[in-house]
């Protein structure tokens, strides 16, 4: 009946169906004995105007109706249902099967214990309801609501009836990984700050102290919602998509269709307010954030790098305005610009416009790292986001740790370098309680007689921990990975000091270890807090993985974290086909060194100075990558770092060649230099593309457009 219009029509034809009915129920007066409207609850009422749902105001709306009929009232009783069997059959509602878990997933956008009062099989339950308001007129009837209802329960309990019908084991899933109260903390905050502005209640904003838009209609404002609609929705089809089963994937289609959709109609809003304001406002910044998420969760590069560079645009206009009060919002907002600024660092590898082109010394010489980072943390949960946001300040430690070969050409000073380390050792000192519980080794320095022929000793590929809590290992994954990426960029000063190189590649090993248990708690765990890597929406494994590959000591640590990285599958924007790829050309590359060095020890790679660098640059559609492979060169002077081009790769997955076309360079004696790598084509692009800051609604579109279309065409051939 409804579903050939949008929402404002249905309610609106339900509404004038419901009046309808009532109109010819009062032409049989004299006949007429009971009249049951079946209605829901009023959500205006209920939230005091804040929230308006369509399929409930419609039949409120007869209510009131009839509310002005005394003669039909006397007659009436509105019958509310309570939450049905069969909506595990609907929609966002069903359970999903995950075969990593062997378990059943099912979203929710609250608690697993919010109470619920349930009808059961509305089939055969609710007409013993009527039968008894017909049974008892006067009881039931002059204008009285009857609830339909067999018993209460919490959603958590729901599920587990419907599992336990089905022999099956199942859980309510959460939207979160690596952290994400930032983004629940935003989402929070917009709808709160959208709440107020429907509200017609000045003097309760000026208690607040905050300053809102101007009041508009509940509608004026739908974008705001049809954003959270959307992310929800590409969420879930994301999960979809990510299963094995036809038909799951075929849902999943038809659910990233219909979050599209949504999408669209929110960009269009989004516009809309936008061109109607001077200055973009804290609740327009967040829902930018959101719409970045969404095309997270879509695996969308280019949609998402043009969202942060938006973003991070306004976000800055809008900490220079003193006079704009956005405190509230800045805190969430920042917190996942940073998010979202570092996963679009790692996949475009090379400044984007608004990073600043040339420091003074002083800046580069000053170490900033956010204050929050040195306070004795109070669990893991917080463990986790001190080491998140460990390298959001400063430029030069976000460049050592997450660049490909920003270390190998000394662009931060070694003073520096022994400053982020020596926070990294504070950082341990402070929480080393919490650190033992979580099986933390000590570092070689602090152990005797050890030795690389003892770290090879070690079994390989590394056990995984047991009993570790799933965030202290996330956040003992992050730590040791920062260690590993420091000391490696320390060994590059110091290639001759074997005690920095062995503390490094102990380093890797931890860090392999828990990324290893991190890997089989996501994937075999029982609990309801493990997530899928698919719906990572921050920095996940694989970039992690990516980048330890090249601070490795022998083969056989790098074939093995090729193999892990088939395993993790796609986190978000990151793609682990293409870092695979570019590690195995790698691996090949470094296998001829060692057999051209004429060295005693074959399976043990050559010193940190000699490694090849290894960057990877995909196309804007990301349906074409570009691999570009280095050798450093002999200098007399020790800061004049200069690299040999070896070996381009090139492939696309829109042919489905078998591998990567690998092209010899070594004749060319080509350097490998920042001003020779922005006049390549794909960087090119990348460069031309990056021209614009402000939001533009056909850009972002053609952005949607481009970088979804592969993610289509591989869902359409399944």
């Not at 809008?318 to 907002?333: A, K, Y």
């Not at 976000?398 to 022994?418: D, F, G, N, Q």
């Amino acid at each position: 009946m409804f579903n050939d219009m949008d929402k404002d029509e249905a309610a609106a034809r339900e509404t004038r169906q419901g009046k309808n009915m009532a109109e010819a129920a009062m032409t049989t007066m004299n006949s007429l004995q009971h009249y049951i409207w079946p209605t829901l609850a009023d959500t205006e009422c209920i939230s005091q105007g804040h929230c308006s749902v369509p399929h409930y105001q419609s039949k409120v709306a007869v209510n009131r109706y009839i509310e002005f009929k005394p003669e039909l009232l006397s007659k009436v009783s509105f019958l509310w249902c309570s939450y049905y069997a069969a909506s595990f059959t609907r929609g966002c509602l069903t359970p999903i099967f995950v075969p990593e878990s062997g378990r059943y997933l099912q979203l929710q956008s609250v608690p697993d214990d919010t109470l619920m009062a349930f009808v059961g099989n509305a089939c055969t339950n609710l007409g013993a309801f009527i039968m008894t308001i017909l049974e008892q007129p006067l009881k039931a009837g002059d204008g009285k609501t009857v609830f339909a209802y067999i018993g209460t329960g919490t959603l958590g309990d729901l599920l587990q009836t419907w599992a336990k019908a089905y022999s099956v084991e199942a859980h309510v899933g959460k939207a979160y990984w690596f952290e994400t109260n930032a983004l629940l903390l935003l989402t929070q905050n917009m709808t709160s700050s959208t709440l107020h502005t429907l509200c017609n209640d000045q003097e309760e904003k000026k208690k607040d102290g905050l300053s809102y838009m101007p009041h508009p209609t509940s509608w004026e404002m739908e974008w705001v919602f049809d954003t959270i609609i959307a992310l929800g929705s590409m969420h879930r089809a994301t999960l979809l998509l990510s299963q094995k089963g036809g038909n799951d994937r075929h849902r999943g289609l038809d659910t990233k269709v219909i979050a599209i959709q949504t999408y669209i109609r929110a960009l269009e809003g989004l516009s809309t307010c936008m061109a109607d304001t001077k200055d973009p406002t804290p609740l327009a910044v967040g829902v930018l954030v959101l719409m970045a998420y969404i095309e997270c969760f879509s695996g969308n590069l280019p949609a998402a790098i043009r969202h942060t560079q938006v973003i991070q645009c306004y976000s800055q206009a809008m900490q220079v305005d003193d006079q704009q009060p956005v405190g509230r919002f800045i805190s969430p907002i920042e917190s996942s610009i940073r998010d979202l600024e570092l996963i679009c660092r790692i996949m475009r590898p090379f400044p984007s416009p608004l990073e600043p082109s040339c420091r003074s010394n002083a800046e580069k010489l000053t170490v900033n790292l956010p204050s929050s980072f040195f306070e004795v943390a109070e669990n893991s949960s917080s463990m986790l986001q001190q080491l998140l946001e460990f390298t959001s300040a400063d430029l030069d430690l976000k460049h050592l740790v997450w660049c490909a070969y920003a270390a190998h050409y000394h662009t931060a000073s070694k003073e520096k370098v022994l400053a982020f380390l020596q926070a990294l050792d504070d950082w341990r000192s402070n929480n080393l309680a919490a650190l033992q519980t979580l099986k933390l080794e000590d570092p070689p320095s602090d152990q005797i007689d050890f030795s690389y022929q003892a770290l090879c000793k070690r079994p390989f590929p590394p056990p995984c921990h047991e009993d570790v809590n799933p965030e202290g290992c996330l956040a003992l994954t992050l730590y040791t990975f920062y260690k590993a990426r420091l000391l490696w960029a320390l060994c590059l000063f110091e290639d001759q000091n074997s005690s920095i190189e062995l503390d490094t590649y102990f380093h890797v090993y931890q860090f392999l270890r828990y990324a290893r248990t991190a890997l089989k708690i996501m994937h075999q765990s029982a609990t309801s807090e493990s997530l899928l890597p698919c719906e990572n929406l921050r920095v996940g494994l694989s970039p992690l993985l990516y980048l330890a590959g090249r601070c490795c000591p022998t083969p056989s640590w790098l074939r093995w974290i090729i193999q892990e990285l088939e395993l993790v599958g796609r986190e978000g924007l990151f793609h682990n086909q293409p870092f695979a790829k570019t590690l195995e050309i790698l691996l090949l590359l470094e296998e001829l060194k060692i057999q051209s060095s004429n060295s005693s020890e074959t399976e043990r790679f050559v010193p940190a100075s000699s490694r090849t660098i290894a960057l990877l640059i995909p196309d804007i559609d990301c349906r074409s990558f570009n691999a570009y492979y280095s050798h450093p060169l002999k200098s007399s002077h020790e800061d004049a770092k200069e690299f040999k081009l070896v070996r381009v790769a090139r492939w696309s997955d829109a042919t489905r060649q078998s591998g990567p076309v690998v092209e010899d360079y070594e004749i060319y004696e080509q350097l490998f230099c920042k001003d020779w790598l922005f006049e390549q084509p794909v960087v090119r692009k990348w460069l031309d593309w990056n021209c614009h800051t402000e939001f533009d609604l056909n850009r972002v579109i053609q952005d949607h457009i481009t970088g979804n279309r592969l993610l289509l065409e591989a869902g359409l051939e399944q």
